[in-house]
């Protein structure tokens, strides 16, 4: 069984940042599209960044494109986001997960495709 741990949340300030690290162990890591997703309060989850098996080819929501960068390191089972000028608007509880299907991206920005999911990490942003 599959396990995803998210870590590097925490409390900053607007304009500052930060770098999530998600580590998987226990399955199939490398051969699957992996996705950031984030819910803040009162609000649904939503999609903000995926990256293909081989790191190749990245994906990010307009609300953070050009601030937020994905990659991964297959050989430490890892997948990062490192997250730069960081707005009050993007405090939320962020989620990695790992795509239900291996070598396919197609379905990225869709959460019932990950069929895997981290228990999350807080990150607050103040103004």
């Known amino acids: 069984q599959l396990q995803l741990e998210e870590s590097g949340g925490g409390l900053v300030q607007a304009g500052d940042s930060l770098r999530l690290s998600c580590a998987a162990s226990?399955?199939?890591?490398?051969?699957?599209?992996m996705g950031w997703f984030r819910q803040a309060p009162g609000k649904e989850r939503e999609f903000v960044s995926a990256?293909?098996?081989?790191?190749?080819?990245?994906y990010y929501a307009d609300s953070v494109k050009g601030r937020f960068t994905i990659s991964r390191d297959n050989a430490k089972n890892t997948v990062y986001l490192q997250m730069n000028s960081l707005r009050p608007e993007d405090t939320a509880v962020y989620y990695c997960?790992?795509?239900?299907?291996?070598?396919?991206?197609?379905?990225?920005?869709?959460?019932?495709?990950?069929?895997?999911w981290g228990q999350g990490t807080q990150v607050t942003v103040s103004s």
């Open positions: 997960a790992r795509n239900s299907r291996a070598y396919y991206f197609r379905n990225y920005p869709f959460e019932n495709q990950y069929a895997y």
């Open positions: 990256i293909t098996w081989g790191g190749s080819t990245t």
């Open positions: 226990g399955g199939t890591f490398s051969s699957y599209t």
